[in-house]
């Protein structure tokens, strides 16, 4: 038997992006700015105080850069840069009420999608195609993409 396993998983994946793209929260977010959005979720999810070089590390993006993204962010009011009392040159990038808000609205919207995608699954089905998926992943890493 034939398989064309690629071919379904991009069919599946520029579906998912078109439905994420039209949820609503995402869409304003969107309009923000692409990148806006990714650097509120990592913010959100940060266990640790951060900093303009560590959104450089994450997002391989140079300091002007970020610094231009951030600037945009503040006037915003997505985020503030707060000095530091050990250094003063040093600014922690924090989100702001409107910001956390904003995550908490994109999080919950994408938890339904994800919902809808897995609504007929058994958890150990979910958990054999999650590790089916990794394993294709994986085997495209090893071959050096």
């Not at 391989?60 to 993204?69: D, N, Q, Y």
């Not at 503030?80 to 250094?87: F, G, K, Q, S």
């Not at 910001?99 to 058994?122: C, D």
């Amino acid at each position: 038997m034939e398989y064309h396993i690629g071919g379904r998983i991009r069919c599946l994946a520029n579906r998912i992006r078109r439905k994420t793209e039209n949820i609503e929260v995402i869409m304003r977010l969107q309009e923000l700015s692409g990148t806006n959005g990714f650097i509120i979720g990592y913010l959100h999810r940060a266990k640790t105080p951060v900093y303009q070089k560590d959104l450089e590390q994450e997002f391989g993006i140079t300091r002007s850069t970020a610094s231009k993204v951030l600037s945009l962010m503040e006037k915003k009011g997505l985020i503030e840069r707060r000095a530091v009392d050990r250094d003063a040159r040093l600014k922690q990038i924090v989100l702001t009420p409107k910001a956390i808000e904003l995550n908490k609205e994109v999080v919950h919207e994408l938890n339904l999608f994800e919902k809808q995608l897995l609504n007929s699954f058994t958890e150990e089905e979910v958990q054999l195609l999650s590790s089916y998926l990794k394993r294709i992943e994986d085997n495209l890493y090893m071959e050096g993409e």
